[in-house]
């Protein structure tokens, strides 16, 4: 029986997956070879991709019965979330890593799972164009490295609030201490990866350009090994725009890595700001922000608290059995959706912190060298069977005869025979501890229950009242619509320098509000 | 079909690593045994759950590989730790008693990409930091001061606890984009990755050249412009 899909939609899911190949291609050759004497990366990391390619049709089902991809991708824009730049991108670079282990191990075919498959490209791509919205591509790497996500409204609040500093000064001290602390806890609390990090931008600015570091879900919250340990941290998710001068931000890439140049030098940043927000707030919150003093200290603080949190975390982990370290890694890397489930209040800690029982049974298979070299075949060398083309072929960026993710053949459309589904999520478990702290949020620590239904009553403001769709191209033809001063209202409700200033500012009027505040001294 | 499975593969060929390719060999042979079995389709028996390859599947699979008398690579400690008998023991630091010298007449036992141009070299003592147990020590007994960790490891999680107490720090793999990398970037630690090492030792007195400029991470190695470990006692 021909697929009940249209050639149009099999030539567009096609093209997506070969984007996705290119996409990830690029990543895993031109960042960093991971390893870890800690932790088993490569097994784990082979292993969420089978997770991923069990359940995330399902579970995605489950969020777009309440929130579409399109909404999702509004929403997650409006704030620092676990739904970011990376998460967001990588979602069908998993689970087609999964799709492509199974076919070259002869337990799939390419016209397998045909409807769970359109699905699950159809969701990831409405995803990341809506969350991609303001520069209009799909991912960063179709925008020559860089990641503009924020509108004019949001980087004029960031710029007219930081705090200016200079090499010397407490300020510039404890950023460069916090910044160091902090990522070394998110590699960690992360199982060795760096999903704990994101950086969008750069934003050209006043003094130079803006990268906006944000490192998320660092409190007691999803991850169940964080708790106890991270008790005292009290904010999830950190977002930092800094001000650097003389620097370009040449790269920010589909990993929401960067690079700079010349290389990044902290002795080049001169202003900085601190904010807070998740799932449940409806946009970002300043933190300590009325002073240069009043931050240091605060920086200081959540250092020492962080530092604390990674030599707890650190101790636990060091007592870990293999399958605990598996286990954790699995999952960091299977739940980069997680917080869409959040974001359309219907997280369930069992959806996205257990290993489906389809998954559990090649566990044996997955020594330190089977892991290393199926990682490095299926994403590097690109040299597995399944991924040959004919002798003519000659891949995009390396030339190769293969491509890293397999097609979907047309014939499908025709009386080529295929199947559906993977059928329902099966039991799922896990060798961690079971989570029993409550949830760190921007409204306090709250049960799961009270989460989803906190999540599910949130509106953010300006995502409502009809200004959803009012992005820059609009405003640039409607600086005096009353609708484009309304949305920038709310978006400076909690500026320190902005608020209420509305929608006409130019750069030299924020630059102007901000010497007047007194942001510069 | 080119070779023992159910599915035909006209431009197939091998794996490049020969574990990757007896696991998916076996694994290809085993789903075409049970296929021919079944007397069904792929379509009807793709999703069955009774054919599906179990545990105990994958178990032999693993078992015939070791038969061979062959042994696999460890990455993680705690995988030769617990299955010992299944992992190829550790290399030690090489030490070809061929190392060159330096204009002084020292001997250089290692050179690797510097990280960043720190504002000097560093004179240290080299300490081999690759367990868990001498994490532990020194987060409980503090690093010794001007410890050079020699670490074969370029994740970020090994020595989280007690990185910001070296005084240097040497990594036998990864590149400047690892993770080591980044964080001893953020912690102002000077860092060399990627390093060759040849004839270190425990408790040796080493000068790191970390004033030599950073590595550039797109250009062609330069061996002869890399920063040099060079053993001074």
Redesign the interface.
Known sequence: MPAQHSYADLLAANAWIRKASDAFYFQCTA????????????PYIALSYLNAWYRYPELFRKIEAVMSAEELGDHARERTTSANIITNGIIEQFYLGGRQMLM??????AT?AMDDVMYVLDFTQRLNLSYHRNHAHVLPTDAGLSAQLLPERQVQVFEADALGTKPGDKLHTSV?HF??AV???A??KN??C?LGIHNSGPYKVGGGEMLVREFVDLAESDLPWLDGVAENVELNNVTMPVFMKDTHFNIVDDWASF?AQP??NHDNMYAVGLYTSDYLSDGYIPVHMDSAAELADYLDHLRDTIHDA??RL??E??G???DQ?IDSGLLVYYNVPKDLAHIAGVYEQEDWYTVED?V??????F????G???I??LVG?I????Q????SHMAKLSGA?GDMWSTIPYSVLGDE???G???PIRGGSTSLPQKTALYTTTRGKLTQDQCNEAARALRIPTLEDGLRHLDDAWVKNHPDDPRAHELYRRTQARSLVLKDKGAGLLREDVLALRKEAGRDD | MTEAGAIPDKWGGEAMNPTVEFFHSAIRKTVAERLAASGKTWEEAVGDPSLELTREDFVRIEADMLATGYRFEASAQVSAVEEPDKYKPEAAIANTGQQPRDEQGRLVVGTGDNVFQAKGDVTGTARLISTVDVVMDMLVNGVPENTIAVIDDSGGTLTAPILEGFAGVVCMGGTIRSHLGILTREYNIPCLMAADLDGLQEGDTVLVEYSKPAADAYAERDAAARPRIIKVD
Do not use: C, I
């Open positions: 960042r960093t070879v991971q390893e870890s004497k800690l932790f088993p990366v490569n070259d191990m002869g337990m799939l075919k397998d460069a910044l160091a990522s070394q806890y590699f960690l199982s060795e760096r690079e290389s990044y990674t030599q650190w101790k982990v060091a870990w059995s293999r370290m389809r559990q049974r090649f566990k044996p298979l020594n330190d060298e089977y290393n070299h199926l490095a075949e060398y040299s597995l069977r399944s040959q083309g004919n002798e005869r025979e295929w199947t589904s993977v059928g």
